[in-house]
């Protein structure tokens, strides 16, 4: 596409520098300086809303990472990737994995699993080619599956009514879940390639694959798995922008 | 607006989120008790039995001290797979006896773990059910095998 773009624009050019050359018998350095601005004029009309490709992003969340802290025994990591089109669309992709090993006197819980998300997001911002600086903000929707095995071990149950206190445990039974995600996120410059996010995300319309009567307590990517059909999420991350090509000026 | 305010506000919702998320209560039923509703066959509606106590076998507390309605939370063995309950109706009959009859419920145990504040509850399959000896005209019905935490849950339908 850029190659196109590039021979168009050329030919362009020598069409046009071509035309003036026949025109003028005669150049001066008042005339090559307008003719600049008149070419540049020229690749500036050709290219507006023809820079489709606006620079890539790579994501690190740190708010998982740090929330290990205060979790207790659930470790999460995530990063993400999304490419700017237009500076309006940004088809995203994420992926993290999650280890999980809970332990106190009434139960173990062990889990493990990955999940990756797909969607994209719009920005409603700072759009215009003029632009400074690349900060959006946007709303996005994401498709999430995760695939992820779990197992309780030393499980206490306690049955008031019969003075029961049972020791219990399963065996490690694999799962694979999907969900739908609802997003809104800002992601501001901070300094040349480096920009900060935040996201919250709204999780619906979660589902397993396979017919169970168990589930698991946590799913990676999604959270806590409940009675709740809906589910809610936060992301801190710090961003990298691949360098782009900007719009030449004057 | 500034980097240091960028800054500063992240930093602050990072860290209200993270003591959010700090929680330590538990706000889901911790029971999984399993719900028997007593139905009229003929117009299949709720059917209230009057004077009704239930108690279990080789439990010393009474669940239910002659009560009218007509739906019971029942709690089943966590370390078996079978629990026994003793139903008896009182007598509208001036002289005679209250009837006594016997529950049997086969079933399997889960253990599932809520969350860490909740802790563990002892799920439940129901396998099947009868009484004992057999009431007149009625039917037992599995509605729903699977006794979880959820309150005020169908699992058997005895129609009369």
Same mark, same amino acid.
């Given at each position: 596409?850029?190659?196109?773009?590039?021979? !168009?624009?050329?030919?362009?050019?020598l069409?046009?520098?071509?035309?003036?050359?026949? #025109?003028?018998?005669?150049?001066t350095?008042?005339?090559?300086?307008?003719?600049?601005?008149?070419q540049?004029?020229?690749?500036?009309?050709?290219?507006k809303?023809?820079?489709i490709?606006?620079?890539?992003?790579?994501?690190?969340?740190?708010?998982?990472p740090?929330?290990?802290?205060?979790?207790?025994g659930r470790f999460?990591?995530?990063?993400?990737a999304?490419?700017?089109l237009?500076q309006?669309?940004f088809?995203?992709?994420?992926?993290?994995?999650?280890?999980?090993d #809970?332990?106190?006197?009434?139960?173990r819980?062990?889990?493990n699993?990955?999940?990756?998300?797909?969607?994209?997001?719009?920005?409603?911002?700072?759009?215009?080619?003029?632009r400074?600086?690349?900060?959006?903000?946007?709303?996005?929707?994401?498709?999430?599956?995760?695939?992820?095995?779990?197992k309780?071990?030393?499980?206490v149950?306690?049955?008031t009514y019969?003075?029961?206190?049972?020791?219990?445990?399963?065996e490690?039974?694999?799962?694979?879940?999907?969900?739908?995600?609802?997003?809104?996120?800002?992601?501001?410059?901070?300094?040349?390639? !480096? !920009?900060?996010?935040?996201?919250?995300?709204?999780?619906?319309?979660?589902h397993?694959? #396979?017919?169970?009567?168990d589930?698991?307590?946590?799913?990676?990517?999604?959270?806590?798995?409940?009675s709740?059909?809906?589910?809610w999420?936060?992301?801190?991350?710090l961003?990298? #922008?691949f360098?782009?090509?900007?719009?030449?000026t004057l | 607006?500034k980097?240091?305010?960028?800054?500063?506000i992240?930093?602050?919702?990072?860290?209200a989120?993270?003591?959010?998320?700090?929680?330590?209560?538990?706000?889901?039923?911790?029971?999984?008790r399993m719900?028997?509703?007593?139905?009229?066959?003929?117009?299949?509606?709720?059917?209230t039995?009057?004077?009704?106590?239930?108690?279990?076998?080789?439990?010393?507390?009474?669940?239910?001290n002659?009560v009218?309605?007509?739906?019971?939370?029942?709690?089943?063995?966590?370390?078996?797979?079978?629990?026994?309950?003793?139903?008896?109706?009182?007598?509208?009959?001036?002289?005679?006896?209250?009837?006594?009859?016997?529950?049997?419920?086969?079933h399997?145990?889960?253990?599932?773990l809520?969350?860490?504040?909740?802790?563990?509850?002892?799920f439940?399959?129901?396998?099947?059910?009868?009484?004992?000896?057999?009431?007149?005209?009625?039917?037992?019905?599995i509605?729903?095998?699977e006794?979880?935490?959820?309150?005020?849950?169908?699992?058997?339908?005895?129609f009369?």
């Amino acid at each position: 596409m850029t190659s196109i773009l590039k021979y !168009f624009f050329s030919f362009s050019l020598l069409l046009w520098a071509t035309s003036i050359y026949a #025109q003028s018998s005669q150049t001066t350095v008042n005339d090559s300086a307008a003719q600049r601005r008149v070419q540049l004029d020229v690749m500036n009309k050709v290219n507006k809303n023809k820079y489709i490709y606006q620079g890539a992003y790579l994501n690190l969340d740190i708010y998982d990472p740090i929330a290990t802290l205060f979790n207790g025994g659930r470790f999460q990591f995530e990063v993400s990737a999304d490419v700017s089109l237009w500076q309006r669309l940004f088809p995203a992709i994420d992926f993290g994995m999650m280890f999980m090993d #809970q332990k106190n006197t009434d139960y173990r819980y062990e889990s493990n699993g990955f999940f990756f998300r797909v969607g994209a997001n719009y920005n409603f911002i700072n759009f215009k080619d003029t632009r400074r600086y690349d900060h959006i903000l946007a709303v996005g929707v994401r498709y999430g599956y995760a695939h992820l095995g779990y197992k309780l071990s030393d499980a206490v149950c306690t049955n008031t009514y019969w003075n029961e206190s049972t020791s219990a445990e399963t065996e490690w039974k694999p799962v694979d879940t999907g969900w739908v995600e609802f997003l809104a996120t800002v992601r501001a410059q901070i300094y040349k390639s !480096f !920009f900060m996010g935040l996201t919250i995300r709204v999780q619906t319309f979660q589902h397993f694959y #396979q017919a169970s009567t168990d589930y698991p307590s946590y799913i990676p990517g999604y959270g806590v798995y409940g009675s709740s059909s809906t589910n809610w999420g936060v992301d801190f991350t710090l961003c990298y #922008q691949f360098p782009y090509k900007k719009k030449p000026t004057l | 607006m500034k980097l240091k305010t960028i800054y500063c506000i992240f930093s602050a919702i990072i860290i209200a989120v993270c003591m959010a998320s700090c929680s330590g209560d538990c706000y889901v039923p911790t029971k999984a008790r399993m719900g028997v509703a007593f139905m009229d066959s003929t117009t299949l509606k709720p059917y209230t039995i009057n004077g009704l106590t239930v108690q279990g076998v080789g439990s010393d507390s009474i669940l239910y001290n002659k009560v009218n309605t007509s739906v019971i939370y029942l709690p089943l063995h966590d370390n078996a797979e079978q629990t026994d309950f003793k139903i008896t109706i009182a007598s509208t009959v001036e002289g005679e006896q209250d009837k006594e009859y016997i529950m049997h419920i086969d079933h399997t145990p889960r253990p599932q773990l809520i969350s860490p504040e909740c802790g563990c509850v002892m799920f439940q399959t129901v396998i099947s059910a009868d009484v004992s000896p057999v009431m007149s005209d009625y039917t037992i019905e599995i509605y729903n095998a699977e006794v979880k935490n959820i309150e005020n849950d169908i699992h058997l339908k005895i129609f009369f």
